[in-house]
């Protein structure tokens, strides 16, 4: 069992994992570079703000994504745990980082739960977000089946459920589903600038709920998009060309338009497969968990060992 962690980036993400594993009588520490924002964390009942008196079994980084392997070559130099795991929503290039860095990888699982909030910093923190919400794992060619059980213990501890994935096929489907749709929301909001008040008043529920997300924090989401700008291209590609669809067919529909007919046929067209997208969204997923090489509940099998089983993707979330 998890009884020792600590927790560097007392944020909203960090502080409701500190939150998740105290419930759960883990002794947990707080450590964050702005000592002010660990010290409200362990007013809320997070932690211990401050470093730990030995190492403990598990660090949870939850910093940026442009920050995660400088903050684990730091803190194994500086022997802060057993094994190491992260939180950060872009997994490919910090990977590239903490090999090109020496890293030690056999200690580490790279981490992402899916949920989150609008809001920021440890006050905004949830000792539930992550119950029965996903949380991807990506162990590499060279993580231990400590380091695994561990973050599986993490997991499991915070109520979420784990789903293993590649770098990769990880920042691809975040990409989709939540980097894109955060920057377009962030658009649609800023197009609220040029509005009046009479304008403002008739924004209802429809509008807020899609911009709802674009008051996140600016320094954190332009570290994510630029730390995935390959993925987030390639969906922003596809939807560029789509909207030069439907400019095209508003063009066509206009005052003075021609071929009213198929523009016409090609807005529903348009329309049509947003239904379809949104559909998919509703019906539960089935169960694609995938239990991690090594992890069971029982303890690690081999500590220095790397598991022999390929990675697996989780087909729900392929774009």
Known sequence: MLRTAVVVGTGM???????????????TYL??????????????????????????????????PSSTADALAEWQGRDLAESYTDVASVKAGPHREMTATGCDLTRFVGGHPIAGSERSGPTAARGDLFHD??????????????????????????????????????????????????????????????AGPAQLQLAGKGLRDTTRIAAGDVGLWTDILGSNAEAVHTVLTGLAAD????????????????????????????????????????PRAPDTAT??????????????????????????LHT
Not at 13 to 27: F, Q
Not at 150 to 159: M, S
Not at 253 to 262: I, M
């Open 243 to 282: 909207l030069g669809e439907v400019l095209a067919v508003l063009d066509r529909l206009g005052p003075g338009g021609a071929e009213r007919d198929t523009a016409v046929a090609t807005l529903r067209s348009a329309l049509a497969r947003g239904i379809e997208g949104r559909e998919r969204l509703d």
């Open 133 to 194: 919400r996903p949380w991807v794992l990506t162990p590499s060619r060279q993580s231990g089946d400590a380091a695994l059980w561990r973050t599986r213990q993490l997991v499991r501890l915070c109520g979420a459920r784990p789903l293993l994935m590649d770098h990769a096929e990880h920042d691809r489907a975040v990409a989709l589903v939540s980097h894109t749709p955060h920057l377009v929301s962030s658009l649609l909001a800023a197009r609220l600038n040029d």
């Open 31 to 64: 450590v964050d570079r702005v000592a002010e924002a660990a010290r409200t964390a362990e007013t809320i009942g997070a932690g211990i703000a401050g470093l730990p008196p030995r190492p403990v079994q598990l660090a949870v980084l939850a910093v940026p």
């Open 13 to 27: 993400i960090g502080t409701s994992v500190a939150l998740a594993l105290r419930s759960r009588g883990v002794t």
């Open 291 to 316: 239990a991690v090489p090594g992890a069971s509940d029982g303890g690690p099998r081999d500590a220095g060992r790397a598991p022999a089983e390929p990675l697996l993707t989780v087909p729900a």
